[in-house]
């Protein structure tokens, strides 16, 4: 169930639908969100892909999936913790709207992790959803996580009282944003039968924690005979208020060596039995995630554990609590959390049985935690350091950001944005500095003064270059730079970006060609992985002939006699193509073919396209 050797799951494959449906609404939550991570998720969502494909090399093959994600998918992040891509693309641009960010409290994160997946049976009226639970951000992050997937049907049967704990957190989110687009889901999920019943798990309760009316700790609501935490982050407070729940010397914990090091009592240690990964397992990648709890602002970590799981023992029954939740007073006393409590019989998803499973003999991954005799001491003045770009990035994420973009001609700009510092000087000390610069214009730095609002101009930037993420830097002479991302308001922002991204990226006539076939297609991505055409084909290689080699002809007669709504799509697609494109001899071959064919599009179809 939970070994870290053989029960591997793919994030990729967790989203795809299952065989016959399409996703049509997808909400996700998270703490740190890695656009590049995001980047990927559209291929899972709209052409049943996992996430292993490289994609600083083949970005420009996967732009359908991308555009159309927006329309799909909604995603809760805390605010400052959206990561600075390694490259900067244009393509970064169409999630901007996918995006909601969540300012925190002064000492709490909003750090759940959940998806919320909606899909539709392509042919029928079957609706189906699907519910993840992680311990894990949407980042490549390789440490160690826990994920609980649900499944249910769509009704008629109320389930109000049992879903009441996801539909009240979904309620949570909409207030934040996107009300309208999560209001179907709200509503559905109130019918949504999640029913369990196996031989491991009979019963599950959604357990979210931070929002209103949900301000309990449901670990602390009964004494355990038995109790395993799961945690990379912890708190003394919170683990000892957990040992008092269970029998004496029946508290296992699993942690990160240097986490317990740092935070655990001797007194706790002497009445519990503690364990960590291997040194050679922790070493053996680094991690580039960043969490909660104060701990890892801005420093990589090794490959270490990152799951928060809870298993529990009372009588014959057992529970497991899977989900965001750290073993800390911050987890449960400020935070936004999300927690999936699964029951059942104690032999089959008991702690002694998961903890059975981690610490054997054949499993050398864990070794019992010994506290050595040497100074672990934290450094107080990194420690100090990160204290201060935390306050300093929390005053910066509260301001109102606003920008405004002023039209030049020729699909040229200047972007205006005010950055107001005047109540954030109280919390810069001497020798640290914040500068910014607009998303893909890295080389374009700009500095900020403290105790004064900023009016920034950036001249002549490109349609397709502009963007609403604001990048910050935090910087000092001694520790290196904080770089986080904002999204801000700007306003007029021109309706023909999109359009002008495109254009970008279909630039000639062989990539026009290429993208065609690939929307007419249905198994275009598994072929052009399979003959390498995402590495050779939209960057080089031969022209495609209409009538040729590629049967786009054949391809374009099979689809306007059954798929009407692909040969509209593919209609609006001409209409995007630039001027100069349009010229070129076999894309305007193209075009006057197309003046004819398209006539076959019933006129009904052209209307509801606006076409």
């Known amino acids: 169930m939970l070994n870290p050797t053989t029960d ?30 995001l980047l990927s998720i559209p291929l899972a969502l709209n052409f049943s892909k996992n996430l292993d494909i490289d994609f600083k090399e083949e970005i420009i093959q996967i732009h359908e999936a991308i555009q159309r994600t927006p329309n799909i998918l909604t995603l809760y992040c805390q605010k400052g913790n959206i990561k600075v891509p390694e490259i900067q693309h244009t393509l970064y641009s169409y999630l901007e709207k996918c995006i909601i960010e969540i300012i925190p409290g002064k000492a709490s994160s909003f750090h759940p992790k959940v998806w919320v997946l909606r899909y539709e049976k392509i042919t029928g009226k079957q609706i189906r959803y699907r519910i993840l639970v992680m311990s894990r951000n949407m980042t490549f992050d390789k440490s160690w996580d826990v994920v609980a997937e649900l499944e249910g049907k769509l009704g008629r049967k109320s389930f109000i009282k049992k879903n009441a704990g996801l539909t009240d957190f979904m309620s949570y989110l909409a207030k934040k944003g996107r009300k309208k687009k999560l209001s179907r889901i709200i509503k559905e999920l109130n019918y949504v039968d999640f029913g369990v019943n196996n031989s491991a798990v009979t019963e599950f309760k959604f357990h979210p924690i931070g929002i209103p009316q949900y301000d309990i700790n449901p670990l602390l609501q009964e004494r355990y005979q038995e109790l395993l935490v799961i945690s990379p982050f912890l708190s003394n407070s919170m683990m000892n208020k957990l040992n008092k729940q269970v029998r004496p010397g029946h508290l296992n914990l699993i942690s990160r060596k240097d986490e317990m090091d740092r935070r655990l009592g001797e007194a706790l240690l002497k009445n519990i039995t503690a364990y960590h990964l291997i040194d050679n397992y922790v070493e053996s990648g680094f991690k580039f995630d960043i969490d909660t709890d104060r701990q890892q602002d801005g420093t990589y970590r090794y490959h270490d554990i990152h799951a928060k799981l809870y298993a529990t023992k009372t009588g014959w029954d057992s529970s497991l609590f899977i989900g965001s939740a750290n073993a800390s007073e911050t987890a449960f006393s400020g935070n936004v959390e999300f927690l999936l409590k699964l029951s059942g019989r104690n032999s089959k998803i008991g ?28 450094d107080n003045d990194a420690e100090r350091h990160d204290d201060i770009v935390r306050k300093i990035q929390y005053e910066i994420i509260k301001i109102s950001i606003q920008g405004e973009v002023t039209n030049l001609g020729e699909n040229l700009y200047d972007v205006i944005i005010d950055v107001d510092l ?18 893909l214009h890295k080389e374009d730095v700009r500095p900020l003064e403290k105790g004064k609002s900023n009016t920034l101009r950036w001249k002549n930037i490109a349609e397709s270059d502009l963007s609403s993420f604001l990048v910050f830097i935090i910087s000092s002479t001694k520790y290196p730079p904080k770089q986080f991302i904002v999204k801000t308001h700007i306003r ?35 072929e052009s992985l399979n003959a390498g055409k995402y590495k050779k084909g939209w960057k080089g290689g031969g022209s495609v002939d209409i009538f040729g080699k590629e049967p786009i002809f054949e391809e374009l007669l099979k689809a306007a006699s059954r798929d009407h709504d692909r040969i509209v799509y593919i209609d609006k697609i001409t209409e995007k193509l630039s001027q100069k494109l349009k010229v070129q001899p076999e894309v305007k071959h193209f075009l006057e073919f197309w003046a004819s064919f398209r006539k076959l599009i019933p006129q009904r179809k052209r209307k509801e396209y606006g076409n």
């Open 351 to 378: 702690p002694s049985k998961i903890f059975k499973e981690l610490i054997n003999d054949e499993n050398e991954l864990f070794q019992e935690y010994k506290r050595e005799e040497v100074d672990t001491l934290p």
């Open 492 to 526: 007029k922002m021109p309706s023909g970006r999109y359009d002008s991204i495109f254009n970008q990226m279909i630039n000639n006539a062989d990539k026009f060609f290429r993208y065609i076939h690939f929307l007419l297609s249905d198994n275009y991505v598994e």
């Open 8 to 37: 591997r799951l793919d994030y990729g494959d967790l989203l795809i639908p299952p065989m016959g449906f399409k996703v049509t609404e997808a909400v996700a939550t998270t703490y740190t969100l890695d656009l590049e991570t």
């Open 422 to 439: 005047q109540g954030v000087d109280n919390v810069i000390p001497r020798g640290y500095k914040i500068s910014c610069y607009l998303f």
